[in-house]
């Protein structure tokens, strides 16, 4: 080793623990670091160096140069009009042609990129990273995007803790793209200073590593004096104490490598020496369970990934009993994992109550295992217990007891129940007492919260499947809105030498939409069923005749006659005129809403004001009679919430709308890492900060194909699938999260209708806590408790206002 002076304390101090704790099984205690600046700026693009523009790669419409004198140089990006280019989206980009040797941002806390639009109107920049030196439709680019004010200056800044998917390593950079929107300007952008950063309050991924490993070996030289000993047989002590010196070298070996990264960089190793670190600190939940026998209950966050070898540590709760508290017509649930201790179990799980109505509310379930391509397997989809779950020695499964106030009426009150787990292996049987608590009242129906999740029966497992129990589980669980794609839609139509319609088969969407009302309708609840209807490639799908062309006054004569036909088809459903809607494109750009949208959806409106439209943009339109125009043509605005939450300037906008916003989210869970609690409960709070009165997630079901098959389409997006062996509709632990936050909207609008009946005084002071709720939660969404506890603060008070009986 090294000889090392007190010169470099951070370098003595990981020495000193990985030498401490291998040595004797004692911490020594690490010295207190002096303050350090950090590292230097990184230059991740040089706009000096002289072959730079032949490095750059760039896509249709987008032309660059360099302006500016040496040592002040700014990449100049042109982007032509779209309806020049065609290119939905322009882009600028460096890969492995620029980064000859890949580039190590793992010392650095954030990218940063001052990017200036040189134009009027805002402009959305989006810049993407990748370890993999090309784009793969997408997949493997993790970024943000920054709204950028015309004739303005911004530093834009991504996060070097930002990477998610498992082939993007920190210390591996070796594409990094500039992402333009598509409008009809020319537009300019100067891109400058493009490096990486330090900033001591926000660290960086090396000292976060740094910092698991030296608590991590802080744990390992604490286990001499955390493990029941005595409690062990001679030979399983001393086997168990081999283990010590082994999980500390483990760690020691990443710390050696993290001292060689301070000069030579990770090397693209970052990924592999935190995984290290990941897994060791699993292991030790074997010291843990040491003195347990047969099976072991204990607690954590169903937030949190759940792996197979996911193991307690020394501060996990032991489960002795189980509490829930809930209104009376809602689902609440009660986590807890389940490890085996020393031998295979084979666990039998049942509910015992002095009153069947209550056992028969309570559902069992388990969370079963997938694996994500490319990624690391974990629990995800619930699945009945409905015989004995094995679980191997040393693996664990997470159990949900689900208390079903949808299906069932629940008395309000407090209930005793049992929770009966036995080992048939060992004989071991233990009893679980649980206090179910149920509130004097009823949340408001699903009604009141539109919840788009994108259910589409036509390309999914489940539509080909399981139908009827799919729409019976999303109703169950507020969401009630199904999406329906212009291929089923009643065209193209014929038309004779007039222009008449002669033909109007509405045969494929009738067998679409039959079948799904009359499963809502047999499944239990008077919630509403909506219908989104996607007039996706209207121009060239409506007619037949290809001589007569959008936006021709032959076309929209046609249209004229198609929309009646269609108002009347909904009319003969039994379908009303608020339950359905139109979407006229998918996320369209500033260009295309200008261009086409705008223009489409102002001649529907011209022959049937009546007709809902809905548009799921997330751009600002920087022409004001167009944005005028806009916010008169669409009924209800549904950008996503990704975008509302980073834009000041699209919230400002969003002023303007005349109808209801909505939004939605698009994001992948699939991997770990990811703020489950975050992404699906602590939305409700995000649309309550923006008044933002419908939500919506891609996606329920759409593209979703088997999560045990070949290619596991859908997996990290999809809320339900097909059992793995039956014909029944299972799904993800996500789903629960999902409900949950549409339960915590409900809840707010609960003490709003119960605060409203008492006056002024009792609304305003309900205000005044759902502010309050609002802050608290979304000021720290890494505290999953906070959103439990302003639900039993929120319970509390609308008891209070409605008075006892």
């Known amino acids: 080793?090294?000889?090392?002076?007190?010169?470099?304390?951070?370098?003595?101090?990981?020495?000193?623990?990985?030498?401490?704790?291998?040595?004797?099984?004692?911490?020594?205690?690490?010295?207190?670091?002096?303050?350090?600046?950090?590292?230097?700026?990184?230059?991740?693009?040089?706009?000096?160096?002289?072959?730079?523009?032949?490095?750059?790669g760039s896509n249709e419409g987008v032309s660059v140069s360099l302006t500016g004198e040496e040592g002040e140089r700014a990449l100049e990006v042109r982007v032509e009009p779209f309806s020049v280019h065609g290119n939905k989206w322009p882009y600028v980009f460096f890969n492995d042609r620029y980064f000859r040797e890949p580039s190590d941002l793992s010392r650095h806390s954030r990218m940063t990129a001052t990017v200036r639009n040189a134009t009027e109107g805002l402009a959305t920049v989006s810049i993407r990273l990748s370890s993999k030196p090309y784009n793969d439709g997408g997949r493997n680019l993790e970024g943000e995007g920054f709204v950028i004010p015309g004739g303005t200056t911004m530093e834009c800044s991504l996060s070097t803790s930002l990477f998610r998917l498992p082939m993007n390593d920190p210390s591996s950079i070796q594409m990094l793209m500039f992402i333009f929107p598509a409008n009809e300007r020319n537009v300019v952008y100067r891109i400058e200073e493009?490096?990486?950063?330090?900033?001591?309050?926000?660290?960086?991924?090396?000292?976060?590593?740094?910092?698991?490993?030296?608590?991590?070996?802080?744990?390992?030289?604490?286990?001499?004096?955390?493990?029941?000993?005595?409690?062990?047989?001679?030979?399983?002590?001393?086997?168990?104490?081999?283990?010590?010196?082994?999980?500390?070298?483990?760690?020691?070996?990443?710390?050696?490598?993290?001292?060689?990264?301070?000069?030579?960089?990770?090397?693209?190793?970052?990924?592999?020496?935190?995984?290290?670190?990941?897994?060791?600190?699993?292991?030790?939940?074997?010291?843990?369970?040491?003195?347990?026998?047969?099976?072991?209950?204990?607690?954590?966050?169903?937030?949190?990934?759940?792996?197979?070898?996911?193991?307690?540590?020394?501060?996990?709760?032991?489960?002795?009993?189980?509490?829930?508290?809930?209104?009376?017509?809602?689902?609440?649930?009660?986590?807890?994992?389940?490890?085996?201790?020393?031998?295979?179990?084979?666990?039998?799980?049942?509910?015992?109550?002095?009153?069947t109505d209550l056992t028969e509310a309570v559902q069992l379930r388990w969370s079963e295992f997938v694996t994500p391509p490319g990624g690391e397997e974990y629990?995800?989809?619930?699945?009945?217990?409905?015989?004995?779950?094995?679980?191997?020695?040393?693996?664990?499964?997470?159990?949900?007891?689900?208390?079903?106030?949808?299906?069932?009426?629940?008395?309000?009150?407090?209930?005793?129940?049992?929770?009966?787990?036995?080992?048939?292996?060992?004989?071991?049987?233990?009893?679980?007492?649980?206090?179910?608590?149920?509130?004097?009242?009823?949340?408001?129906?699903?009604?009141?919260?539109?919840?788009?999740?994108?259910?589409?029966?036509?390309?999914?497992e489940i539509g080909a499947k399981v139908p009827a129990q799919g729409v019976r589980h999303m109703k169950m669980y507020g969401v009630n809105t199904v999406y329906v794609y212009p291929h089923e839609l009643p065209w193209p139509v014929e038309v004779d030498e007039a222009l008449n319609i002669t033909t109007f088969d509405a045969t494929t969407l009738v067998d679409r939409i039959k079948p799904i009302q009359q499963a809502w309708d047999a499944a239990p609840g008077e919630e509403r069923l909506r219908w989104i209807f996607a007039l996706t490639g209207a121009?060239?799908?409506?007619?037949?005749?290809?001589?007569?062309?959008?936006?021709?006054?032959?076309?929209?004569?046609?249209?004229?006659?198609?929309?009646?036909r269609f108002r009347e088809l909904m009319t003969s459903l039994g379908i009303a005129d608020d339950d359905w809607m139109f979407v006229l494109a998918d996320e369209s750009s500033e260009s295309v809403l200008v261009t086409y949208e705008i223009p489409f959806a102002e001649m529907i409106k011209q022959i049937d004001s009546r007709i809902t439209l809905s548009c799921n943009a997330s751009q600002v339109i920087s022409d004001a009679a167009m944005a005028e125009r806009f916010f008169r043509a669409f009924d209800v605005l549904q950008p996503s919430l990704e975008s509302i939450k980073e834009s000041p300037a699209l919230r400002d906008w969003l002023r303007g709308s005349r109808g209801p916003v909505w939004t939605y989210r698009c994001q992948s869970m699939a991997g770990v890492d990811r703020?489950?609690?975050?992404?699906?409960?602590?939305?409700?709070?995000?649309?309550?900060?923006?008044?933002?009165?419908?939500?919506?997630?891609?996606?329920?079901?759409?593209?979703?194909?088997?999560?045990?098959?070949?290619?596991?389409?859908?997996?990290?997006?999809?809320?339900?699938?097909?059992?793995?062996?039956?014909?029944?509709?299972?799904?993800?632990?996500?789903?629960?999260?999902?409900?949950e936050g549409a339960d915590d909207y409900r809840y707010v609008q609960a003490l709003l209708v119960a605060a409203r009946e008492q006056g002024e005084a009792a609304e305003a002071k309900a205000h005044e806590l759902i502010r309050g709720a609002t802050a608290d939660i979304r000021a720290d969404v890494g505290d999953v408790n906070r959103c439990e506890k302003w639900r039993e603060r929120i319970a509390s008070e609308i008891l209070r206002l409605r008075g006892p009986g």
Request: charged content about 25%; hydrophobic content about 40%; aromatic content about 10%.
């Open 194 to 355: 493009i490096e990486a950063v330090y900033d001591p309050v926000e660290g960086s991924p090396t000292e976060r590593l740094l910092a698991d490993a030296e608590d991590l070996l802080r744990q390992i030289g604490a286990l001499e004096q955390r493990v029941n000993w005595d409690a062990l047989a001679a030979d399983q002590a001393a086997a168990l104490r081999q283990r010590i010196p082994e999980l500390a070298a483990s760690v020691a070996r990443v710390l050696d490598v993290a001292e060689t990264a301070e000069t030579e960089g990770w090397r693209g190793t970052y990924n592999k020496n935190r995984d290290v670190v990941v897994a060791t600190s699993r292991r030790l939940g074997e010291f843990v369970l040491a003195d347990k026998t047969s099976f072991h209950l204990w607690g954590r966050s169903p937030y949190t990934y759940c792996y197979r070898d996911a193991l307690p540590d020394f501060d996990s709760p032991t489960v002795d009993e189980i509490e829930v508290s809930m209104a009376r017509n809602e689902f609440r649930d009660a986590t807890f994992m389940v490890t085996a201790c020393g031998e295979t179990v084979d666990l039998e799980v049942r509910v015992d109550a002095e009153r």
């Open 675 to 739: 703020n489950l609690y975050d992404y699906y409960r602590v939305y409700a709070w995000d649309m309550i900060e923006y008044g933002i009165t419908g939500m919506g997630v891609w996606t329920y079901c759409a593209q979703g194909e088997s999560p045990w098959g070949e290619t596991k389409r859908g997996i990290g997006y999809n809320l339900v699938f097909k059992h793995r062996d039956r014909d029944e509709v299972v799904h993800s632990r996500r789903y629960e999260f999902y409900r």
């Open 1 to 56: 080793m090294e000889h090392l002076t007190m010169a470099d304390p951070r370098k003595l101090r990981v020495t000193l623990l990985a030498v401490g704790v291998i040595c004797g099984g004692g911490l020594i205690m690490s010295a207190v670091p002096g303050e350090c600046a950090g590292p230097d700026p990184l230059v991740i693009v040089d706009l000096d160096a002289p072959d730079v523009l032949d490095l750059i």
């Open 379 to 460: 629990a995800d989809v619930l699945v009945p217990m409905d015989g004995p779950l094995s679980i191997p020695d040393g693996e664990s499964r997470e159990l949900w007891v689900t208390f079903d106030g949808r299906q069932h009426r629940l008395a309000a009150g407090r209930h005793a129940l049992r929770l009966e787990l036995h080992d048939r292996g060992s004989g071991l049987i233990r009893s679980v007492p649980v206090e179910l608590t149920v509130w004097d009242f009823e949340l408001p129906s699903y009604d009141l919260l539109p919840n788009n999740a994108y259910v589409e029966y036509h390309n999914s």
């Open 539 to 564: 121009p060239e799908r409506l007619v037949k005749d290809e001589g007569i062309a959008y936006p021709s006054e032959q076309w929209r004569s046609v249209l004229a006659q198609w929309l009646p």
